[in-house]
């Protein structure tokens, strides 16, 4: 941001005094990066130097709730708010409990990643697919059409966001790709316009998978990124960028903050991405650009405090997914075997047809265990009324639009989650009427299946 403009020597001695601490702090991160997951998640870049130098000694990554930054003089402040220096100047830009959070998050999607990554922690999942696909869709003329490419079966969110406000809003056209594992599909979808291939793995309700690699290869064939939305699996079991794609979404809604106490996304880039706009600083760093420009004039900012939460949850992200995933293949194959069920959707089980697709992609990082996250769905025998009559018998499993919780969630997406978006749009993702969405939570698995047996018995 300094091209061009000379500061004075007050400046400078910040700047230069500033170089110590940034040197200091590279040379831990690259420590970090030879660490495991695990160690990764629980330290992120808050080292002990981190802590007794500039924290007081707190152990635990201090939750600052101030809404500005404060300076010695106008020196300081000159430099600090041309981003010379690292401070964090005004919490809709940046904050410190942010930083941490930011840091952690880029080094776990990172990892196992030869690339380097940085991260941007927004306001909600949607605020991060808003933030991570608008730089692309900027008109360079007026009479330019950009479009985007687009995996049909992803959250009902998305859907309502890609087609109300991109398509019917502004023009921006989205090609749908409705069988997303076919990777022809996508490429018959691509023209001179397309900014980006947009993708979730898996999908949230309908366990769509697609191939990351093949995708992301594509992708760099006619020079666009490649954007997945990774929430259901989060980093402990999936890590897109480590597989060529160039942007990883989270909604750190759901899993990321399991035991739900607050929203919040991020994006995580990798540097040096793939794109056909011409603007380097973009390129290089698409998270840090986004923090210090665009995101910094639309704001959408997440809270510290639920900054603080999420942090502290993702420390033991891996151990969590595994638990919950490990429930979720029992209670998927004992549904499988319900007769008033029709069919079970879950990647877990060996006969679904995306099983072997999903297995290259999903395995508990540190480990050699596939597995799957804890995303299902059922389909009800009897139809509509008999799914509605079933579902309003669960005793313990929650009725709700959520996922990701450490108690188990079922909603029908019908009539929540994908309701706005018609039956043509619910017919062209996937979503029957008779289908309940099941998240399965960290209860033993055999009272979740009770739960589930007596409902489903009750309309026999
Ligand atoms: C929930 C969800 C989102 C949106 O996240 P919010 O935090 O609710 O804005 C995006 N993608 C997926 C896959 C989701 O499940």
């Given at each position: 941001m300094s091209d061009g403009i000379t500061y004075s020597a007050g400046v400078q001695r910040y700047v230069d005094k500033a170089q110590r601490l940034m040197e200091e702090q590279e040379a831990y991160r690259r420590e970090m990066r030879t660490m495991k997951f695990d160690t990764i998640a629980v330290h992120g870049l808050y080292s002990v130097q981190e802590a007794l130098s500039r924290n007081q000694g707190a152990v635990i990554e201090p939750l600052f709730l101030s809404a500005s930054e404060g300076y010695h003089d106008a020196d300081e402040l000159e430099a600090a708010l041309a981003y010379l220096v690292p401070g964090w100047v005004y919490s809709r830009i940046h904050n410190p409990t942010v930083h941490y959070l930011e840091a952690t998050l880029a080094l776990m999607d990172g990892y196992g990643c030869d690339c380097e990554t940085s991260a941007l922690a927004t306001s909600s999942g949607l605020a991060a697919i808003f933030m991570a696909t608008d730089p692309f869709l900027v008109r360079r003329s007026p009479g330019e059409r950009p479009n985007f490419v687009s995996a049909a079966q992803c959250y009902g969110g998305t859907f309502q966001q890609f087609?109300?406000?991109?398509?019917?809003?502004?023009?921006?056209?989205v090609h749908w790709v409705v069988n997303s594992h076919d990777t022809d599909e996508w490429a018959a979808m691509i023209d001179g316009n397309t900014r980006f291939l947009y993708g979730e793995m898996p999908s949230n309700p309908g366990q769509a998978a697609f191939d990351i690699a093949a995708v992301a290869e594509l992708a760099h064939s006619h020079s666009i990124p490649l954007l997945v939305d990774a929430t259901v699996a989060t980093p402990a079991l999936m890590r897109p960028l480590e597989h060529g794609a160039d942007i990883v979404i989270h909604s750190s809604t759901k899993s990321m903050t399991m035991s739900g106490y607050g929203i919040g996304g991020a994006l995580i880039s990798r540097k040096n991405l793939t794109t056909n706009i011409d603007n380097a600083q973009m390129a290089e760093d698409f998270a840090v650009y986004c923090k210090q420009l665009p995101f910094r004039d639309y704001g959408p900012c997440i809270s510290p405090v639920n900054a603080a939460f999420t942090l502290a949850e993702i420390k033991t992200l891996r151990s969590k997914m595994a638990m919950v995933s490990r429930n979720t293949q029992t209670v998927a194959e004992f549904l499988e075997t319900h007769p008033m069920v029709e069919r079970v959707d879950y990647l877990g089980l060996p006969n679904h047809p995306l099983h072997r697709l999903a297995k290259r992609y999903m395995k508990l990082v540190d480990s050699d265990e596939h597995l799957f996250g804890h995303l299902m769905s059922f389909n009800v025998r009897g139809g509509t009324q008999a799914t509605r009559d079933v579902f309003d018998r669960f005793r313990r499993i929650f009725l709700a639009t959520d996922l990701g919780r450490i108690k188990s969630v079922a909603t029908i997406p019908a009539i929540s989650t994908h309701q706005q978006q018609g039956e043509e749009g619910r017919e062209m993702a996937g979503i029957p009427p008779n289908q309940i969405r099941l998240c399965v939570g960290g209860e033993h698995p055999n009272d979740v299946i009770a739960d589930l047996d007596q409902a489903l018995n009750s309309v026999r």
């Amino acid at each position: 941001m300094s091209d061009g403009i000379t500061y004075s020597a007050g400046v400078q001695r910040y700047v230069d005094k500033a170089q110590r601490l940034m040197e200091e702090q590279e040379a831990y991160r690259r420590e970090m990066r030879t660490m495991k997951f695990d160690t990764i998640a629980v330290h992120g870049l808050y080292s002990v130097q981190e802590a007794l130098s500039r924290n007081q000694g707190a152990v635990i990554e201090p939750l600052f709730l101030s809404a500005s930054e404060g300076y010695h003089d106008a020196d300081e402040l000159e430099a600090a708010l041309a981003y010379l220096v690292p401070g964090w100047v005004y919490s809709r830009i940046h904050n410190p409990t942010v930083h941490y959070l930011e840091a952690t998050l880029a080094l776990m999607d990172g990892y196992g990643c030869d690339c380097e990554t940085s991260a941007l922690a927004t306001s909600s999942g949607l605020a991060a697919i808003f933030m991570a696909t608008d730089p692309f869709l900027v008109r360079r003329s007026p009479g330019e059409r950009p479009n985007f490419v687009s995996a049909a079966q992803c959250y009902g969110g998305t859907f309502q966001q890609f087609s109300v406000r991109r398509m019917g809003e502004q023009q921006i056209e989205v090609h749908w790709v409705v069988n997303s594992h076919d990777t022809d599909e996508w490429a018959a979808m691509i023209d001179g316009n397309t900014r980006f291939l947009y993708g979730e793995m898996p999908s949230n309700p309908g366990q769509a998978a697609f191939d990351i690699a093949a995708v992301a290869e594509l992708a760099h064939s006619h020079s666009i990124p490649l954007l997945v939305d990774a929430t259901v699996a989060t980093p402990a079991l999936m890590r897109p960028l480590e597989h060529g794609a160039d942007i990883v979404i989270h909604s750190s809604t759901k899993s990321m903050t399991m035991s739900g106490y607050g929203i919040g996304g991020a994006l995580i880039s990798r540097k040096n991405l793939t794109t056909n706009i011409d603007n380097a600083q973009m390129a290089e760093d698409f998270a840090v650009y986004c923090k210090q420009l665009p995101f910094r004039d639309y704001g959408p900012c997440i809270s510290p405090v639920n900054a603080a939460f999420t942090l502290a949850e993702i420390k033991t992200l891996r151990s969590k997914m595994a638990m919950v995933s490990r429930n979720t293949q029992t209670v998927a194959e004992f549904l499988e075997t319900h007769p008033m069920v029709e069919r079970v959707d879950y990647l877990g089980l060996p006969n679904h047809p995306l099983h072997r697709l999903a297995k290259r992609y999903m395995k508990l990082v540190d480990s050699d265990e596939h597995l799957f996250g804890h995303l299902m769905s059922f389909n009800v025998r009897g139809g509509t009324q008999a799914t509605r009559d079933v579902f309003d018998r669960f005793r313990r499993i929650f009725l709700a639009t959520d996922l990701g919780r450490i108690k188990s969630v079922a909603t029908i997406p019908a009539i929540s989650t994908h309701q706005q978006q018609g039956e043509e749009g619910r017919e062209m993702a996937g979503i029957p009427p008779n289908q309940i969405r099941l998240c399965v939570g960290g209860e033993h698995p055999n009272d979740v299946i009770a739960d589930l047996d007596q409902a489903l018995n009750s309309v026999r």
